[in-house]
Nanobody
Framework: VQLQASGGGLVQAGGSLRLSCAAS????????MGWFRQAPGKDRELVSA????????YYDDSVKGRFTISRDNAKGTVSLQMNSLKPEDTAVYYC????????????????WGQGTQVTVSS
């Protein structure tokens, strides 16, 4: 499956952005999906994940209550709504797919989008 992420940009602290990820394959609906991010000088980390049907989700503690992941299998898209953004959310965000129905482990993700830059100014 090929993934195309979009929606990044520059926003002031406290603002919102919505990231979207479109999958090329109709089989995407059977895949768990995740959003990762990598800040300069830091390792890539899992921000949020959703199961194949959206019934199970994961959020890193740093984004709980501010970010919401959702998916529309009919359209083959996964979104990440980011509210109350903070400067520490600044990073390149990647959407990814795993052949598992759900995963919180980066090494189980095997398809990656190109990344979209999110910059939050203070």
């Amino acid at each position: 499956v090929q993934l195309q992420a979009s929606g990044g940009g520059l926003v002031q602290a406290g603002g919102s952005l919505r990231l979207s990820c479109a999958a090329s394959s109709r089989s995407q609906k059977w895949y768990g999906m995740g959003w990762f991010r990598q800040a300069p000088g830091k390792d890539r980390e899992l921000v949020s994940a959703t199961s194949w049907n959206g019934g199970r989700t994961y959020y890193d503690d740093s984004v709980k209550g501010r970010f919401t992941i959702s998916r529309d299998n009919a359209k083959g898209t996964v979104s990440l709504q980011m509210n109350s953004l903070k400067p520490e959310d600044t990073a390149v965000y990647y959407c990814s797919a795993t052949r598992r129905l759900y995963s919180e482990y980066e090494n189980e993700y095997n398809a990656w989008g190109q990344g979209t830059q999110v910059t939050v100014s203070s």
